[in-house]
């Protein structure tokens, strides 16, 4: 089955403590992105990566890493997270973007508190 | 920049019922591409409908249809006899070209729709 797989789904953590999100895909996807998702702003986006070893900031880049070693993998890396990073994380996959086109599919979400 | 708004941000209405959920966007690109998702309280992100900036034709399937229209910037969607399985948030999004390649989806804020008995 064609899917965008996250984990964790839920996780509880503190200030500081670095946390890794994955995300993975199996539909040989070379775009992928991370959107955060909070009350009144919609779906905001984080980082994208173009393919293996590209990546680009989205909007709000700010306290959060990713990286593209693999084309099916492209996890979300907080070095020290702060409450205001508490929020519902997506990932996305689509096929290499033609012209405006980009039908992402998205994972299950994955609900981050930071206390 | 594009954006896109939603000004609704709750809607409720009672079963069987219609309801449209307002989006209008802005954007320089002459191509470019709308769609809708489908939030439920589970919290995935359900894809709904795709549209193009070229396809001016209003879409219909099942109780759902949507009605682009570009003169005024909008891509408004309908529920016909809603029913309390409608209950969800419901983003409108618009696709455009990034300098130096891909493509970016904006998101509108959301509209949340409660469906009553």
């Known amino acids: 089955e064609a899917q965008v797989t996250q984990n964790p789904r839920y996780l509880i953590t503190v200030t500081g403590k670095k946390l890794t999100v994955t995300c993975s895909q199996n539909?040989?996807?070379?775009?992928m992105s991370w959107y955060r998702q909070d009350p009144g702003l919609g779906l905001r986006q984080i980082y994208y990566?173009?393919?293996?070893?590209?990546?680009d900031k989205g909007d709000v880049p700010e306290g959060y890493k990713v990286s593209r070693k693999e084309k099916r993998n492209f996890p979300l890396i907080l070095e020290s997270p702060s409450p205001n990073q508490t929020s519902l994380y997506f990932c996305?996959?689509?096929?290499?973007?033609?012209?405006?086109?980009?039908?992402?599919?998205f994972g299950p979400g994955t609900r981050l508190t930071v206390l | 920049a594009q954006k896109v708004t939603q000004a609704q941000t709750e809607i409720s209405v009672v079963e069987k019922e219609d309801v449209t959920l307002d989006c209008v966007y802005e954007?320089?690109?002459?191509?470019?591409?709308l769609f809708w998702y489908k939030q439920p309280p589970s919290g995935e992100l359900v894809f709904l409908i795709r549209?193009?900036?070229?396809?001016?034709q209003n879409e219909i399937s099942g109780r759902y249809s949507w009605n682009f229209q570009k003169s005024t910037s909008s891509f408004n969607f309908t529920i016909t006899a809603s029913q309390v399985v409608d209950s969800a948030v419901y983003f409108c999004?618009?696709?455009?070209?990034?300098?130096?390649?891909?493509?970016?989806?904006?998101f509108g804020t959301g509209t949340q729709l409660k469906v009553e008995l």
């Open positions: 990566s173009m393919n293996v070893e590209v990546t």
């Open positions: 954007t320089r690109d002459t191509t470019y591409y």
């Open positions: 549209r193009n900036s070229f396809d001016e």
């Open positions: 539909m040989n996807h070379e775009y």
């Open positions: 996305a996959s689509s096929l290499l973007p033609q012209g405006n086109y980009n039908e992402q599919f």
């Open positions: 999004a618009l696709s455009e070209a990034r300098r130096g390649g891909g493509n970016k989806l904006t």
